[in-house]
């Protein structure tokens, strides 16, 4: 017997209940906001997040290209203008904005752009969503975005904790947190509503429910990778090489 569709509310609720293993609960997550992170941790955790960072407009650009609704795309290139910037001020886009955050805990751009404090795991993490968002209909990529939802609140956090427990980071490295806190409630209107109008069935709504499950699955393998490698110090070859090996580009 086929099950009833949920209702648009009924949908959206267990959308959002899909909050609860966002990773601002991941152990490693919660010390950073309790302030129990080293310097070397945080930098770690800042130099690896930005190849997710890095990666966010081109899988925003993988939607575009395979969107034939024009309406959509003259809503969702913002996206790719917020992380990219605006040609000739790219200082305010989000990629920048989180290149200064690096600066702003010590590291060098060439420390993050030279990707050599990246590690595997998190490289595959993210080239696993970038692949699936390639391969998926735009409406399900869409729908992988709505981890956004849940976004706000570990920025703010952030935003609330940092600066007293991190006190040695340069306040003006938090402006991505700051800058995000609307973008990406503007983001989640726009992704929900395509979500909910384009997962009609019940089928199709459960397989967005699973999307979503993917996409929080990468996020917490990201921070799984963090954690081995910066908290209990057993980094990728560790004992073998004397320097950080990472394959380069995506394979």
């Keep these: 017997m086929t099950q009833q569709p949920w209702t648009k ?21 919660i010390a950073m906001n309790k302030g129990e992170c080293s310097k070397e941790q945080i930098q770690g955790w800042v130099a690896n997040r930005f190849f997710y960072q890095s990666a966010i407009p081109v899988k925003d650009a993988g939607i575009m290209a395979n969107c034939w609704d024009m309406e959509t795309r003259r809503k969702w290139i913002q996206r790719i203008l917020d992380h990219d910037g605006e ?25 993050i752009l030279s990707e050599r404090l990246l590690l595997p795991g998190v490289k595959f993490a993210v080239g696993a969503y970038i692949n699936f968002t390639k391969r998926a209909s735009w409406e399900e990529a869409a729908c992988s975005s709505l981890t956004e939802m849940f976004a706000p609140e570990i920025h703010q956090s952030r935003l609330d904790t940092w600066p007293t427990h991190y006190d040695w980071i ?25 979500t909910l109008d384009h997962f009609e069935t019940r089928r199709q709504q459960e397989r967005a429910l699973n999307i979503l499950q993917f996409k929080l699955d990468v996020l917490w ?6 954690s081995l490698a910066y908290e209990f110090d057993r980094k990728p070859y560790s004992g073998i090489a004397d320097q950080s090996i990472c394959h380069k580009g995506f394979m």
């Excluded at 959002?16 to 997550?29: D, M, Q, W």
């Design 87 to 111: 040609i000739g001020d790219e200082r305010l886009g989000g990629i920048e904005a989180w290149l200064r955050l690096g600066e702003a805990v010590g590291l060098t751009r060439d420390d």
């Design 221 to 226: 393998s990201m921070a799984d990778a963090i």
């Design 170 to 194: 340069d306040p003006e490295g938090f402006s991505y947190f700051q800058m995000r806190l609307n973008q990406a409630r503007r983001d989640v209107q726009h992704g929900l509503a395509i």
């Design 9 to 29: 509310e009924e949908f959206a609720q267990k959308l959002r209940a899909k909050g609860e293993v966002y990773h601002i609960y991941h152990p490693f997550h």
